[in-house]
């Protein structure tokens, strides 16, 4: 079992079912998850890279964890302003989703591309990448564009849970 990607499957899960189920789709409760999901991320995967002992070297960890606490601290201080809240939140999610998943295409290629945990970083830079292509193409209203994230969320969790508990190696 792999803890980061089982902490990041359960806090992606989390936070989509809460927007699923969230009465208003506005930008404040899009920019509340995303505000959640990048300081918990950055925070843990700060700690989890400063102890991990195998994968990647825990340098190639950090800027991850840097990308995500700065876009959860942006998301925080932008739902502070209404007016700023929809600009604010495309934005965000555009950049979250194009750098994070640049940086999961190279974990991808450091990893490998024909090892488990390569093809799983490769799924998750995929979701990351269309995330970000969809918010950067099509002009959503804010009902769609929430909606989006919190697919993202969901499905990304989903995948995280079932890659964090399978084997690294076919026997």
Known sequence: MRNQQLFRSFLSFALGIFITFSQSHSAQIGLAALAGYGLAL????????????SGLNPLQELPMAVLATLIGLFAL?????????YP???????????????F?????????????RGNEAFISAIFALLLGALFLSVELDVVSAVGFFGAYLTLSGVHLGISAFSPDKAK
Request: aromatic residues 10%.
């Open 88 to 102: 604010a939140f495309i934005s965000l999610v555009t950049a979250w989703g194009i750098i994070s998943g640049a």
């Open 104 to 116: 999961e295409l190279y974990q991808t290629r450091r990893l490998g591309f024909k090892t488990p």
């Open 77 to 85: 201080l932008a739902s502070l302003n209404e007016e700023a809240a």
């Open 42 to 53: 950055g925070l843990v995967g700060a700690v989890i890279a400063m102890f991990k002992r």
